[in-house]
């Protein structure tokens, strides 16, 4: 029977995959990867050997209707990025979509994401949040920032080291001076960081220190 499994893999610690995520890895009949040379990695380790294609930002919309034809052939297929849940500022609501419209079935295993630690470690209350993903590159950056000044609820966002500091800048400008944020970085990872405090207090620690890895923001509510 043809079925879309959505597949979360590890952020960092190779040790947070499911056993049900292995299992699955093993049954379908390909695995559909945002990077195969990402995926082959994780492959080896659990020894795993299955056929893998690309699937990823750059050729979803091309290939998107030969994935949803194998799939009404019959074909039962996996989606993994190459970190963290399908979908979540990664290549795969097209395709969700996509099935759900020609009726496939599909099923999303729970999972690695980026997000959730670094909400609940925070200390930011987590009762209401939005998750804003990574903000765009230029039209609208602004416009976003302002709106996350004004939210009640509590914002999450992800950032490139590159960004980082401009990002924080960006929000003491636009908050007060007491907001409350976080900042996480290699989450799962050896040299696992979470910086808590004011907007102040955070960019100028990111002002003394080296500013590398993928970043996690929370920002507490207005």
């Known amino acids: ?6 597949i979360p893999t590890p952020i ?4 947070d995959i499911t056993f049900r995520a292995l299992r699955i890895m093993k049954e379908v009949d390909e695995l559909l990867c945002e990077d195969t040379r990402t995926t082959a990695k994780l492959l080896t380790h659990f020894e795993i050997s299955k056929k893998t294609s690309a699937f990823h930002l750059h050729n979803e ?5 030969k994935i949803v034809q194998q799939l009404k052939a019959g074909a039962t297929l996996g989606l993994v990025s190459d970190a963290g849940t399908p979908g979540i500022s990664d ?15 599909v099923e999303c295993l729970p999972g690695a994401v980026a997000f959730i630690p670094a909400l609940v470690k925070s200390g930011i209350p987590c009762d209401r949040f939005v998750f804003e993903g990574f903000l765009p590159p230029k039209k609208g950056r602004q416009t976003k920032l302002k709106e996350f000044a004004e939210s009640e609820k509590t914002v999450v966002l992800y950032e490139s080291p590159h960004k980082l500091l401009k990002t924080l800048e960006q929000l ?10 976080s900042v996480s970085r290699e989450l799962t990872k050896k040299f696992e960081e979470t910086v808590n405090g004011t907007i102040m207090e955070v960019l100028e620690h990111f002002n003394e220190n080296t500013v590398k890895g993928e970043y996690v923001i929370v920002i507490a509510g207005k």
């Open 1 to 6: 029977m043809s079925k879309l499994y959505v």
């Open 12 to 15: 960092g610690n190779l040790e």
């Open 61 to 65: 919309h091309k290939i998107l209707n």
């Open 91 to 105: 290549p795969g609501f097209l395709l969700i979509r996509e099935c759900i419209r020609e009726g496939i079935e």
């Open 172 to 181: 003491k400008e636009f908050c007060e001076e007491n907001r409350q944020i």
